[in-house]
């Protein structure tokens, strides 16, 4: 495949990137000589990792350490590694991060601190990580009783005039939300709990209370109108939430922040007033007066999403489709006003497979079984199909509708999505954590890396994993890392992990062997000469092929495949065995070269020798000659 002038020098600046600097915290560690034993062993578990794309971070909480990653670029060392109390259980949904990496002013990166965050424990004990630092707070005032933390999110600033600190939504595992507010006082925080959010619309008022009463008494009627009115009134069992600003209106000019409430059968938004008093459930429908998707369907996450008409939510659930059977669906609802539910009726489209049955709070445990992200005119949405094999495709929001893009399978599981901002790309970059490490997907090849005809047909006749393989390879040697990627995910996708590691394995047994050296190229070279180039562009070849492995996302897309350890001490010992041929024959070389060095010393020597020889006898000569001429 052809690569322009612009290739070839992506390509050359491939080979000369500088590792980044990771601030005071990840050097402190280093230092100590512990940062090897905080690297991760084996695969990552979903209870033990979080994300926050609006930061671009993701933490994972290691037995008594608390690790943050930056979300784009290098993975080790952590930006930041904080000590956790002993004897505690930490859940990574139970930690919010306030701020990203701060600079301490004109210093440069070497001024850099590490992210702020709060922790909330399964004792409901608070802890709070200052940049750099660790504060731990008793149970607060006024928490709950009988609850324990399902996941935590920080929503706004604190309400009190003057008061430095932070609004936190807390969700506990009895689906039940409420407000945490966090204040700083000096060089100490203060934490104080409010009370439960009503979880119906009903709960706490006098609406209907007469209803309530006599069902209590005498049971609910049979009458149609009372159904809808018990489904209407039916408590929220809370699984996730989406924190939102503060909705506009004359009605609710005086609230903080918003918040989206949902499980697997409704739906609820919440406002909260700017005091300590807990949040106003606005309205909580049923899912299935939303959307169409049959008497099987489950809200599996929403997104709210900004347009420049009309707002609207992303509504991800499963139902079933005419002719198609049970799959995921994706929707756009009109919201208009947030005082009202979205308006009904929207086309769904498939987004790929309905995943499998969940229980509430079974994410704590298990991996979830679907992802929805958003950014700009973009969504990803990730379904968990079998096991951990999940069917992930990128959504453009046009005005006319959604349009989804190919599908990609990710055999490997996934833990966290994110969607970054990226210069210039209106859907931003995608991101997928998996329990192997950070995989970066890109989407559909857009303008930018636009391929010619001979290209596009060339891609068309991939057929067998080594095609895939050797293409990539080569796109990835010419600069091309963003198509290289993506034609790596294709070949995943269509031909699975366990098919491309074998094809991993033909390919660089083939770089091991050696190339021919019958062509035009070495007519009238020694022997010697040609073994030495050979050797010099095996390396080069071999040390390319392991960053494109690695770059590309190949191993970690392997994932949990069978041999894919011995694959990779075979290709990681590949390189060093063509260095240590090449080490011989320049060893060789330099033996061969102090040999004539010696040589040449003892013709020297020798030389002299003669030289001196040849003064001794002429000086003997003159004795002679002058005894016998003067008769001495």
């Not at 100590?32 to 062993?41: I, K, N, T, V, Y």
């Not at 990580?129 to 996941?151: N, S």
């Not at 995989?439 to 006749?461: G, H, I, T, W």
Request: charge should be negative; proline fraction near 7%.
């Amino acid at each position: 495949m052809a690569a322009s002038a612009f290739d070839l020098l992506r390509s050359s600046q491939l080979r000369s990137r500088h590792a980044p600097h990771f601030g005071e915290v990840a050097e402190s560690v280093e230092a100590s000589g512990s940062l090897d034993a905080l690297r991760p062993r084996g695969r990552l578990q979903s209870g033990a990792v979080g994300t926050d794309e609006r930061l671009g971070l993701w933490w994972l909480v290691q037995e008594s350490e608390l690790l943050f990653f930056p979300m784009p670029g290098p993975q080790w060392p952590p930006c930041a590694v904080q000590a956790l109390p002993e004897e505690v259980s930490l859940s990574a949904r139970c930690v919010a991060p306030l701020t990203g990496p701060v600079q301490q002013g004109p210093h440069g990166p070497h001024g850099t601190r590490g992210p702020s965050a709060v922790a909330v424990f399964a004792d409901m004990r608070v802890a709070v990580f200052p940049h750099g630092g660790r504060v731990d707070l008793p149970r607060p005032a006024g928490m709950p009783l009988g609850q324990a933390p399902l996941f935590v999110h920080s929503a706004a600033a604190h309400p009190w005039p003057d008061a430095v600190g932070v609004v936190l939504v807390v969700g506990t595992q009895a689906g039940r939300l409420f407000s945490l507010f966090l204040r700083q006082n000096g060089d100490t925080f203060e934490a104080e709990a409010g009370s439960l959010w009503p979880c119906a619309p009903s709960e706490g008022g006098f609406r209907n209370l007469f209803k309530r009463v006599r069902r209590s008494l005498i049971g609910a009627d049979s009458s149609q109108q009372d159904v809808d009115a018990a489904s209407a009134e039916a408590p929220l069992l809370v699984q996730a939430v989406e924190v939102l600003a503060a909705p506009a209106g004359v009605g609710n000019a005086g609230a903080l922040f918003a918040v989206l409430a949902w499980s697997e059968e409704r739906l609820a938004y919440y406002a909260h007033p700017r005091s300590t008093a807990a949040a106003e459930l606005l309205w909580s429908i049923p899912i299935r007066d939303l959307v169409t998707g049959g008497p099987s369907t489950r809200l599996l996450s929403v997104r709210f999403c900004q347009g420049a008409d009309t707002d609207g939510l992303l509504v991800l659930f499963a139902g079933e489709v005419a002719n198609a059977g049970s799959s995921s669906l994706l929707a756009r609802l009109p919201w208009a006003s947030r005082v009202s539910p979205p308006r009904s009726g929207a086309d769904a489209i498939s987004v790929g497979p309905a995943p499998p049955l969940q229980h509430p709070g079974s994410q704590t445990n298990g991996a979830p079984v679907s992802f929805l992200t958003t950014f700009g005119e973009g969504a990803v949405v990730a379904v968990r199909a079998r096991g951990e094999r999940y069917s992930m495709c990128m959504v453009r929001l046009l005005k006319d509708g959604l349009r989804v893009g190919e599908q990609q399978m990710v055999d490997t599981g996934i833990v966290g999505l994110a969607l970054l901002p990226e210069g210039g790309v209106s859907t931003g970059h995608v991101q997928v954590l998996t329990p192997h490490g950070l995989l970066d997907v890109p989407q559909e090849m857009p303008d930018r890396f636009a391929v010619s005809q001979a290209d596009e047909a060339a891609l068309e006749k991939l057929s067998i994993p080594d095609s895939f393989l050797q293409v990539a390879h080569e796109l990835y040697a010419t600069g091309r890392e963003a198509q290289s990627t993506t034609l790596c995910a294709r070949g995943f996708s269509q031909h699975g992990a366990q098919a491309m590691l074998a094809a991993v394995e033909k390919r660089t047994q083939l770089l091991l062997d050696a190339p021919a050296t019958s062509g035009a190229r070495w007519r009238g070279v020694s022997d010697d000469a040609a073994a030495r180039h050979l050797l010099f562009d095996k390396a080069r070849d071999l040390e390319q092929w392991l960053c494109f492995l690695d770059e590309a996302g190949v191993w970690t897309r392997m994932g949990g495949a069978p041999n894919v350890v011995a694959a990779q001490q075979a290709a990681a010992e590949a390189g060093p065995a063509a260095e240590t041929w090449l080490l011989l024959i320049l060893l060789l070389l330099l033996l061969l070269l102090l040999l004539l060095v010696v040589l040449l010393l003892l013709l020297i020597l020798l030389l002299l020798f003669l030289l001196l020889l040849s003064l001794w006898l002429l000086v003997v000569v003159v004795i002679v000659v002058v005894c016998d001429w003067f008769d001495l």
